[in-house]
Structure formats: structure tokens, C-alpha cells
């Protein structure tokens, strides 16, 4: 799944014992279901008939499966005439089903028959109804632990059986699933047909997937797999850079794994409302539409980024999670770090001017970030309820996981990496794993102490510190050694301990590489890096670290004039984002984050721009004064224009995509923090023509095309308000539909922020949107209290939407952007009143983090204010 989420302590001690224990009992396996629905899209309803054949394996009176709002009908178990009538006790808290027979079951197969009915529900999950264009559709999303409102089910991810579904719908409708059609019949009546698929390999019950609807596909194959993009019919033709990407994503998996793409064929379906980003169901990945659809001719570079990134994400997970799946949720990296790794990889084969070594540097940053928090959580962690589960999706699973990944490969090579994961696939195909399989076959690729390195990052949590100091050379000079100090690394003032196996992987002057990893055991080690005597040594190599380093600042200075020529652009951002995160540590001081700024003006990597573009609006919005603000744009605006003046606003067409994308992040810093009033000006002349405003409509460059609009709507009036609006309704493309209203939250006006929250209570922001949305005004400042407001007073209205799969965790994390007492105690008392069980830990996470903002707004607000005097 793809996803941003966050996980539960505190309410586990609060709920019955029955709660924490609801795992299924294991005397009865499912081997197959023969799955037939009758779907009725007009009253929002089908009727389920179901056989599962099963194993016994102890004789019992009873067989305890999932379920959830379904309404049971018949239950008969057992083959023929010795059939016997079940009763049914439902435990709602549990999402149980107890079917209970008069004469005790044998050991051995036999057969579960169940007739019953269900609703489509309108929460994004289960079976559900999704309405596009005046019609209905009917949607699954099963994962975690939704597939029970659909069927009765063993539904927990060890529990795998094989799949034949059977879908009744209209006549002018097509279906999807995960296998093939092996037949498509009229009836039964005359306006209805019966569609019947392919049983699916074995796998877990959260992977079936059915979609009902009009539906219209784009065709194509790689490798003799066929290959179709689907989407309501009137965005059948956005589907061609999907098209395209999974072509070449699906010839990259097949060779870099042993096990070529198992299940026959590839059905891709974007669906007009659906609460995650995109969903990896077994050859029928499911997704919202601004994620899979674009327009070819005016797509930006981050679109098409967006679009193969997740499409590489979705079709890793056919092998890490459908095809090899963990045994229970508290390894759910075993699918999301490893979909996350992976999916890097067949963009960078195909795309040298998308940096995507940068990217990468910039997900481990993303990990590091909510892994300095105490409240952070160990990558492998207990779950038992569905909110810990849901919450487990977290940056922790995903990047932190990728992090890790990335790491070890780099430390062990990457063919060794790739024959141990493919070993470690062969032998859990159609099986399940857990975290010890995975490193055990890594190990045994490389001969490694990967099984020493790994549970020292999966088990315990948090990032460790490597404080690099004494670098020395022998008197001979050829040779050199260097101290590293290892401890836990945490926002604040708080310590917490914690010690690694750490490969550290060092890079400089005069360093060999074939001396350059080290592992660092001890809490304090020191090792011979060179062969001769260098002058500087930087200890995080190709940036694959996962740790934060801290340099003596004798050694930062003679680093300093080898950063711009000699360190890659995915190590200079790790450098950069270290500095951060020390001073936001309390470590160092903001003026020496403020002097590496200083260097960057002839910096041209976009994906480092957008990082320190953040960090300076950070510092503009919660470290400076009135006063002092004005003095920080002007300082920005010295170091940037530059820049800006060599990039220029207006590209020429045989432009590569990375000068674009440099464009794009000049123009979103100078815009942002450095209020810079030509670009704002040409900013807003440009959005207002392409609106059809001023001297005639003309096309943004698209991939300049999010910056520009929002910085013009920040400093925009009513009637650009009143343009983006109106342009968010008549967009023929989910790009552009999501530019403009992520740029409706951020005017300043009161009054505008005011309409644009009211737009949330209309049908016009989806429910899959409404906390993205609402995301928006809190992070920003000038709306940030009125939304909050707004979010208060309309809860009752608001809270459906906001309590959909993610949106919990979405909303909670966004008033993290409060740095002052009264707010913090606000939001503590309202989720008092107003629990969000899916998002406990990021509760715990967000009001860190507002500690944290007050904590260093007190320390460091004096020092950017001298700095900025002195200069
Ligand atoms: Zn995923």
C-alpha cells in the first residue's frame, strides 16, 4: 500500500483483554473459497454465496473465522449428505464469526457453505461504494483488515488459500479481479451477466480485489505479460504514462528477480475515490486517480516521477507481500520497506536526469526525522488491534525500512544483496516470512554479520549519532586512523540509549575503497581509514547511511571547500540535513547551519533546494522576529537570485529535467522564504494568464506549474481565490485539479481562508481528500489558527471524513506545525474529548514535536537575530 500513516501504546492497557488477544485460532485452515457476489450498485448492496474448503485438524464443534457488517443468511458445513446446519455467533468487538455444528467435525477436509448479504459501505474500505460522474461504482479495499466485510474470512496474512471469485453485475458493466476472465455469460434475467475469473495462486486474503463499473483500459505487455491501465471512461486516455512505466518497470523486475512476474497478468485501475495512495491486490492494483493519471503532453516531471515511482512501489509488492508475505503485521516492512527499496530502482535505470540517488537520500531523511522523536517506535513492533495495525504504516515501515535496506546492501554489494533477497523469495514463495528469514538469507549470501547488523535497526528504535573525531596520520604519513563514538541520537533535551551494529562507510581524500566500510560495534572505536594522509574524510559514503554524523569542527572546516566539487549531490543533502538536525538537537547553533547555506548559492541539485527551501521557511516562520524576518528574506534572497538570474523564469524547450525541476525549487524558495517580489510578481502574472486572466490564457510550463501557483495564492486576493476555485471544478486532469486546490489553502487574507474552509463541508472535496485539504491551512501560519477553529467547531460534520484509513494520522501530524503552549494544550484537550484510536502514536509524535518548536524558538531565536545583525 502507499501511504503515509503513524502506531498505539497508550490505549492497549484501556481494552479488554478479548481485544488484545484476536487472533484466530489455527485448528481450521482455509485451502480455497469459491466467492460468487451479486452486486446491486443502485441500492448499495450485494449478496454473498461462499464455499471454503478447509483443514481440520483436530476434531472440534466449531470454526472461528472473521466478519464484519454482514448479515448471514445460511450457514451449512461439512460435504453431501452429511452436511450439517451451523449457528452463527457474531463478536462484533472482535470482528468475529463463530459457527457452531451439532456433531463435532473430523480431522481432515471439509467444506464451510455460507449465504449471506452485504452492504457498500461509503468509508473507503471493505466492498464500498464510489460514485464518478453521476454513476456508481463498487470498489475493495482490503487492506489491513477489511476483506471480512466482504466475505466471510481467515483474515490474517499466514491464513494463505487459492481464490475463485464469481462477479453477477449490469449488462453494461465490466468487472475486474485478480485472475483472468475464463468466462463472461448473460443472466441470470435480461439485464444482468455473470462475469466468472481465474482462481488466484496461493495468498493472503487481504490481496482479492473486485471492481464493478464502466471501466475502460489502455492494453500493452512486457515480457508475454498483458498489461491494462484502467480508469472511468472519461480518463481512459490519461492512462498512457502509467501505460508506459509499467512496461518498463515489469522488464526490470523480470530480470533483476529469479522468479519472473508470477500471475499471468497485469490489471492497473484508477477508482474516483479510494482512501490510500494505490494498493498492490495481486495482478489488479488498485489507486486514486491523481496518482496513476496524467496528461501526456502536460504532465510536470514530478507527475511522471510520482506516477512510476508508485507504480514501481505497487508492482515490487507482487513479489514482497503477494508472492512472499509476512506472517503478521508487526513485520509489515517485510512488504512496505521492501516495495519502497525496490521501486527506486527501475527509475534510475531509466531516468538519469531524475537524481534519484537524491530522492533516496531525501526518504532516509524522512525516516531520520519522526526516528529522533521519543515516541518513535522499533521498525519490528507488537500489533494486535486494526487501529495499531492501520497505524503501523508508517514512515518507520516504509522509509525507515528502505533505509536499512539500502544500507546493508551497500555494505554487503549489491549483486550479493540481490542473489540473498532472491534466495530469501524462492524459499517463502506463496509462503510466508518473518524478519529472521530474511536476514539469515542475506547472511548466508554474503558471509556477513548481517544477522548481528539487522536486529539492531529493526529492534530497537531510533537513529544512532556517529561522532567522527580524531582524524590522524602515522608518522610516516601512509596511513590514517579516525575515532567514531556511537549513542542515540533525539530531538530536545531528552537522552535515550541505545547501542548499533553500524556499517560506517567513509569517503575523502585519499581514501581507498576498498578500506572504506568499517563496522562500528563499540560505543567508541577507532579504525585506520586511508592509505595515505588525507586532509578530510566524510563519513557517510553515497549518503547510505542510517545515522546522523557529527564532525569536530576543525574537520567540518576542512571539509568545507571539497563539498561543492567532491561530494555527491545525495551526500551533500545528507550533509546539509545532519547540520539541521544537530542544531535542531540543540547540539550546535543555527548560525552554523546558516553558514552551509551561505555555500549553497551555486547549488543545482532540486531535490537539496526543496530541503534547505523548507528548512529556511522553518526558521522564518518560528525563529525569527517581525523584525528579523525581513533581514532573513533579504539574506536569501542575496544567496539565491543568483540563481535564479542563471536558471531565468522562462525555459527553453530542449531542457532536461532536472533544469526544470532546479527552476521549480528556486522559484519556490525565493517565492516562500525569501518573499522575493519579482518572482511573486511574475508568479502571479503567469498563473493569471494560464487562468485566462490579464492578456489572454497561456499554458504554464507544467513542471513549473506547482510552485508558481502556490506562490502567487500566497500572496493572492480575492479573485485569483475566485479563479482557483472555479478552475478546480472545470479540470479536466487530477494534476490540475490538485494543484489548484492544494492552492486555495494558502491565501492570507481572513476572509478567503475562511470561504476556502467551507469548501470542505461540500461535496466538491472528496472524503479521500478532506484531511490533505485540511492539512493545507494548518501548515499555513496565517490560517493556522482560523483552521483549527474551523476543525473544532464542525467536528460532527467533519469526523466521517476524517476518520477514513490515513486521513487520522494525516490531520493529527499537521498541527505538529504549532510551536506555543495554549495550542498544545488545546489540541491535547480536544482529542481527550475526541479520540482518534488509529492515530494515538502520532498524537504522542505531534505534541513532541511542538515541544521541540518551543524549546528551540526560546534557544536559538536570539542567535539567528545577532547572526543576521552582523552580517
Ligand atoms: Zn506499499
Redesign the pocket.
Known amino acids: ?3 503515509p500513516f503513524g502506531l498505539l501504546t497508550v490505549l492497549v492497557s484501556l481494552l479488554p483483554a478479548s481485544v488484545l488477544a484476536q487472533r484466530l485460532p489455527t485448528i481450521v485452515t482455509p485451502e480455497h473459497y469459491d466467492l460468487a457476489f451479486a452486486v446491486d450498485l443502485a441500492h448499495a448492496r450485494f449478496e454473498g454465496t461462499e464455499t471454503i474448503r478447509v483443514t481440520v485438524a483436530e476434531p472440534t464443534p466449531r470454526i472461528v473465522l472473521n466478519a464484519a457488517e454482514i448479515q448471514f443468511d445460511e450457514v451449512t458445513i461439512g460435504r453431501g449428505a452429511a452436511a450439517q446446519h451451523a449457528a452463527v455467533a457474531l463478536d462484533a468487538a472482535n470482528q468475529t464469526a463463530t459457527f457452531t455444528v451439532p456433531k463435532p467435525l473430523d480431522r481432515g477436509p471439509t467444506e464451510v457453505h455460507v449465504r449471506y448479504t452485504g452492504v457498500l459501505n461509503d468509508e473507503l474500505r471493505g466492498f464500498y461504494l464510489s460514485k464518478g460522474r453521476g454513476r456508481n461504482y463498487a470498489v475493495t479495499q482490503f487492506e489491513s483488515t477489511d476483506a471480512r466485510r466482504a466475505f466471510p474470512s481467515f483474515d490474517e496474512p499466514a491464513f494463505k488459500a487459492t481464490y475463485a471469485v464469481t462477479l453477477t453485475i449490469d449488462r453494461g458493466d465490466t468487472a475486474i479481479s485478480n485472475g483472468k476472465v475464463v468466462s463472461d455469460t448473460p443472466g441470470p434475467g435480461a439485464t444482468r451477466h455473470t462475469v466468472k475469473f481465474a482462481p488466484t495462486p496461493r495468498m493472503s486474503a487481504y490481496l482479492v480485489a473486485m471492481a464493478v463499473g464502466d471501466f475502460q483500459c489502455l492494453e500493452g505487455a512486457s515480457d508475454n505479460i498483458p498489461i491494462r491501465i484502467c480508469a472511468t471512461p472519461d480518463k481512459k486516455n490519461l492512462g498512457r504514462i502509467a501505460l508506459d512505466s509499467a512496461q518498463q518497470i515489469l522488464r526490470f523486475y523480470n530480470q533483476y528477480f529469479a522468479t519472473k512476474y508470477p500471475f499471468g497478468k497485469l490489471d492497473v485501475l484508477a477508482v474516483p475515490d479510494f482512501a490510500a495512495g ?3 491486490n495481486t495482478a489488479a492494483i488498485f489507486y486514486r486517480e491523481a496518482d496513476l493519471l496524467a496528461d501526456t503532453k502536460s504532465a510536470s516531471v514530478e507527475t511522471r516521477k510520482n506516477i512510476a515511482s508508485i507504480l514501481a ?2 508492482m515490487a ?1 507482487q513479489w514482497f ?1 503477494d508472492l512472499v508475505t509476512m506472517a503478521w503485521w508487526d513485520d509489515i516492512w517485510l ?2 520497506g521492501f ?2 527499496w525496490m521501486a527506486n530502482k527501475p527509475l534510475a535505470a531509466a531516468h538519469a536526469d531524475w537524481n534519484v540517488a537524491v530522492d533516496e537520500s531525501g526518504e532516509t531523511q524522512k525516516a531520520l526525522g519522526v526516528d529522533s522523536l521519543r515516541s518513535t517506535r522499533p521498525i519490528h513492533a507488537d500489533v494486535s488491534t486494526p487501529a495499531q495495525i492501520d497505524e503501523a ?1 508508517d514512515a518507520i515501515a ?1 522509509e525507515k525500512g528502505a533505509a536499512v535496506l539500502r544500507m546493508v546492501e551497500h555494505y554487503v554489494g549489491s549483486e550479493t544483496f540481490r542473489k540473498g533477497i532472491n534466495a530469501y523469495l524462492e524459499a517463502h514463495a506463496y509462503k510466508n516470512a518473518a524478519s529472521e528469514d530474511f536476514w539469515k538469507a542475506i547472511s548466508a549470501s554474503s558471509g556477513k554479520p548481517v544477522e548481528r547488523i539487522l536486529p539492531t535497526f529493526v529492534n530497537q528504535p531510533g537513529v544512532p549519532l556517529i561522532e567522527v573525531s580524531d582524524l590522524s596520520c602515522n608518522a610516516g604519513r601512509t596511513e590514517a586512523q579516525v575515532t567514531f563514538a556511537q549513542s542515540r541520537f533525539v530531538l530536545g533535551a531528552a537522552q535515550a540509549s541505545g547501542r548499533w551494529q553500524v556499517p560506517v562507510c567513509v569517503t575523502g581524500d585519499r581514501v581507498a575503497a576498498e578500506t572504506s566500510c568499517h563496522l562500528l560495534t563499540e560505543p567508541r572505536q577507532t579504525v585506520r581509514v586511508a592509505s595515505g594522509c588525507p586532509s578530510w574524510i566524510f563519513a557517510n559514503a553515497g549518503a547510505f547511511g542510517y545515522y546522523r554524523t557529527a564532525y569536530t569542527p576543525s574537520m567540518l572546516a576542512e571539509m568545507a571547500p571539497h563539498i561543492e566539487g567532491e561530494l555527491t549531490p545525495a551526500e551533500r543533502l545528507s550533509l546539509i540535513d545532519d547540520e539541521w538536525a544537530l542544531m535542531r538537537a540543540g547540539r550546535h547553533d543555527v548560525t552554523s547551519y546558516l553558514t552551509i547555506v551561505t555555500g549553497l548559492a551555486k547549488e543545482h541539485a532540486a531535490g537539496i533546494l526543496e530541503d534547505v527551501g523548507a528548512q529556511l521557511r522553518f526558521v522564518h516562520d518560528y525563529l525569527t522576529t517581525a523584525s528579523s524576518a525581513a533581514k532573513l528574506e533579504a539574506y536569501v534572497r542575496s544567496v539565491f537570485q543568483p540563481l535564479m538570474r542563471e536558471v531565468g523564469f522562462t525555459p527553453s524547450a530542449s531542457e532536461s529535467d532536472d533544469r526544470r525541476a532546479l527552476r521549480a525549487a528556486v522559484v519556490q524558495l525565493l517565492g516562500n522564504a525569501g518573499n522575493d517580489p519579482d518572482v511573486i510578481a511574475q508568479a502571479r502574472t503567469a498563473l493569471a494568464r494560464s487562468l485566462g486572466r490579464g492578456t489572454g490564457p497561456a499554458a504554464l510550463e507544467p513542471t513549473l506549474a506547482s510552485a508558481v501557483t502556490a506562490v502567487a495564492a500566497s500572496h493572492g486576493d480575492a479573485a485569483l481565490f475566485d479563479a482557483l476555485v472555479e478552475a478546480t471544478q472545470r479540470a479536466a486532469s487530477p494534476e490540475d485539479r490538485s494543484r489548484y486546490q492544494a492552492a486555495v489553502t494558502r491565501f492570507q487574507d481572513p476572509a478567503l481562508v475562511d470561504r476556502g474552509l467551507q469548501l470542505a463541508l461540500t461535496p466538491q472535496i472528496r472524503s479521500q481528500d478532506t484531511a490533505l485539504f485540511l492539512a493545507g491551512f494548518l501548515n499555513n501560519p496565517a490560517a493556522r489558527p482560523r483552521a483549527w477553529s474551523f476543525v473544532k467547531d464542525r467536528w460532527p460534520q467533519l469526523e466521517p471524513k476524517l476518520k477514513i484509513v490515513g486521513a487520522d494520522t494525516t490531520l493529527t501530524s499537521s498541527l505538529g506545525s504549532f510551536c506555543d503552549a495554549a495550542s498544545r494544550a488545546d489540541t491535547v484537550a480536544f482529542f481527550a474529548g475526541h479520540p482518534m484510536p488509529g492515530a494515538t502514536r502520532t498524537l504522542e509524535q505531534t505534541l513532541e514535536r511542538i515541544d521541540n518548536c518551543i524549546a528551540l524558538r526560546e534557544s536559538q531565536m536570539p542567535a539567528v537575530e545577532r547572526w543576521l545583525a552582523s552580517r
Open positions: 500500500m502507499r501511504a494505490a494498493m498492490e512501489h505497487e509488492h507481500g512488504n512496505e516495495a519502497t504504516f516504509y
